[in-house]
């Protein structure tokens, strides 16, 4: 969930580096750090808080050296502070480490490296790795660029746990060494620089070209070239692979907040998800799978798994995915997954939901599927991500960069993209075709209709400005609506630090209920005219006790009955949660501004959770 850049090259390095990790804040921000090498000696500049405040620090203006490496925090071991900031350097300060990731077994290694001596300042489980590094570096008989990797080899064999990390040491002055073991790190090819990111935006001003790395490897990065080792040390070739990413899409262009601008990105991000699977009066292309009937016929369930928002897009979709393959279709979170022992076998399909595709907990639910014997299929929106080396298939959604902590675009991609989907199983099956015709014109218009749901920006911050102060906010729908109600509580949680929960309608009446009094907003969501009556029947019984009430509906002539109704377009019900979302994303959005908290960077978030 930390962020870490490296440069080596002609230029001086602390610039790229900063500007890295302003690109990388969304992965981290309760520290900062970036070391430099400047002649002999490696120079280290930290602060606490935002990279803003990094640059600002006493001695940032001095890093002239063109090698170093740099890093943005999520705190987990330690409290954010100077001393617990990345980088972190042996006793001897020779060698330098940031790291992204959990080192589960520090405490074990602490005290071995303590009965060899070394002390420790910080309470990070990092520190542990220069030192280490350090004690099999001085073990060494000759200090070359092959017995350094050797030590790092040797102390990466030491960690147990998650990391990316980057070493530099003083020794050499044009080169460091980097490795990964279940934690996102890609190398960007440059003449003659090179670059390092826990993610493509870090870097991409500089190149398009990257290398990947898998686990259990390592890289020695030079200005000239990169040398690629497997784990016994063995050398390995690679290919840079080309992505095409615009940089600007990674900039804000005019809007205030990368969140407003991706709310706003919504009807550009679905369509580029959808419409090439859609082509009219064809049958759904979807080539990346290659499921045959008998298959099909065969799946005793189908498992949706991932975590927050993407856990909300699968318990969305779910319904879809009933509703037209009339197969049984579980929505469980990843943390949960593996521990409770899942009966999974080559009769199942398990799908996993992850924006970043390097969610720790649903990477490693894919594993335990894969080594069950169940088909897997990862859905991400990061192309070569690491997920996407864990499963049998990849369907990815195409919402572009998705900078703002709080997931908008990825989550509307992730739900247009299930649609799709679930189009193509029924198709596969030669079954409820009437059903897939009607879902494949609304996906069709979908964007358009957010564009009209947009349009009523102006009107839905005016109703914020009204609750901004609210301390409980209360949550409601049956069905599809349920879930997008679980999805905008989170939102609202997620950016206004209000306190808010979501039920399903029909439960209110059996405890939730108690909460409500005078003065108590509940936001309800209401899409489904078969259900609409027996939603509509539980929001006045909060009314009785005196609850305010806001409503996003596709029903007409509803704003009689409540205090404020937002009508969006009317879609059938399997597209409608596409539409509802949005006034509710812009309604934490504005109360976020109101309150004048940071949308893009809520406190003790960070956009790509990495650790368990």
Sequence with gaps: MCGIVGYVGTKKAKPILINGLYKLEYRGYDSAGVAVLNGNTIDCVKSKGRVADLDKMDGIEKLEGTIGIAHTRWATHGKPSIVNAHPHMDNSKHIAVV???????????????????????????????????DY??????????SSLLEAVRKACDMLKGSYAIEVLCDEFKNMFIVSKKNSPLIIGKGRNENFVGSDIPAILSYTQD?????????????????????????SITKETKNFLMNALSIEKNGYEDFMLKEIFEQPKAISETVTAHLPVGQKCVLNELDFTKSYLQGINKIYLVACGTAMHAGLASKYTIESLSRIPVEVEAASEFRYRD????????????T????????????KLARERGAKTIAVSNVLESSITRETDYVLYTHAGPEIAVASTKAYTSQVALFAVFAIYLAEVLEINLDKVEILKNELRSIPEKIEQVLSYADEIKKISKKFYKEHDVYFIGRGIDYATSMEASLKLKEISYI?????????????????????KLVVSVITNPELAPK??????ETITRGAKTFVVTTLPNLSSKFDYVIQVPEVSILTSGLLSVIPLQLFAYYISKEKGLDVDKPRNLAKSVTVE
């Design 342 to 353: 899942p009966i999974i076998n080559d009769r199942t399909l398990c799908v996993f939901i």
């Design 210 to 234: 990257f290398y990947l790395i898998n686990d259990g490897e390592y890289a020695v990065i030079t200005k000239e070239k990169v040398d690629f080792y497997d784990k016994d040390l063995n």
């Design 355 to 366: 924006q970043s595709g390097e969610t720790a907990d649903t990477i490693a639910a894919a």
């Design 99 to 133: 790291h992204n990731g959990i080192i589960e077994n520090f405490l074990e290694l602490r005290e071995f490296l303590g009965e060899k001596g070394y002390k420790f300042l910080s309470e990070t489980d990092t520190e542990v790795i220069p030192n280490l590094i």
């Design 136 to 145: 099999y570096y001085s073990q060494e008989k000759e200090h070359t660029p």
């Design 499 to 519: 306190h808010s929960d979501a039920y399903p309608a029909g439960e209110l009446k059996h405890g939730a209920i108690a909460l409500i009094e005078d003065g």
């Design 535 to 540: 939603t509509i029947s539980n929001i006045e």
